[in-house]
């Protein structure tokens, strides 16, 4: 690991979902169940249409909200409360991860297309709360969702970030365009690496990767 690609890095930004817990504890499994139900409500559409949707949304509109929003100018409030209502008990602390995440040298935060009490809710039952210095949520980039450029300029703004002097960790490499185009050290989080220019870095054990950069 060229642990000099890093020496630069001044702020530490990390996903949430299937970044900083592995997918296979299926915490998503459970909002997606409820983003379905959500839409087959708000919409009153049946549940495969409903479940298209979701997908289809996330796909062309970066999330299922976005395309709430913009499509059937859905309240984003309500369904953000309704769909982050799941069981965190699935998810267990990550000694290792807390440690290696206070290791790092510089500022820490999460950015997730969550909202921010749904991560604080993440950080609790992985063992990590307490540990960023801030946690921005959908809310704070005011409903413009990663991978958006103006969701990226709106959050990196409100915490000062310098993308020069910062690295990003996600699970969806969408999301690695813009912070890679803006200068940022982009790495991978996911089980199988995926070539492609914006992507710096692959890990498969977020942990482990961070330990060898301190």
């Known amino acids: 690991m060229p642990k000099h690609h890093f020496s630069h890095v001044r702020t ?3 996903d949430l979902d299937n970044t900083l817990y592995p997918p296979h504890m ?11 139900a959500y839409v087959m409500d ?8 409903a479940d298209y949707l979701r997908g289809h949304y ?6 299922t909200l976005a395309g709430l929003m913009r499509e059937h100018d859905v309240d984003p409030a309500p369904y953000l409360t309704d769909v982050h209502d799941i069981d965190f008990t699935v998810l267990s602390p990550d ?6 995440i206070t290791a790092l ?17 993440v950080l609790r039952a992985r063992g990590l709360d307490g540990l960023f210095d801030a946690v921005y949520g959908v809310e704070h980039a005011k ?10 300029d709106t959050v990196f703004l409100l915490d000062g970030v310098n993308p020069k002097e910062a690295a990003m960790f996600e699970d969806d490499p969408r999301n690695l365009k813009v912070p890679k185009v803006l200068g ?26 961070l330990i060898t950069l301190v």
Not at 143 to 152: Q, S
Not at 184 to 207: G, S
């Open 12 to 14: 530490w930004v990390f």
């Open 26 to 36: 299926c915490l998503f499994d459970q909002i997606e169940v409820r983003m379905t």
């Open 42 to 49: 708000a919409l009153g559409v049946d549940r495969k249409r």
């Open 58 to 63: 996330w796909r062309t509109h970066g999330t």
């Open 95 to 100: 000694p290792e991860m807390r440690a290696a």
């Open 105 to 121: 040298p510089g500022r820490k935060i999460v950015y997730t297309n969550g909202c921010a009490p749904y991560a604080q809710n």
């Open 143 to 152: 409903f413009h969702p990663k991978p958006d450029a103006l969701a990226f």
């Open 184 to 209: 940022m050290r982009t790495v991978f989080v996911a089980p199988e690496a995926l070539k492609q220019d914006h992507i710096d870095y692959h890990t498969n054990d977020l942990a482990g990767f």
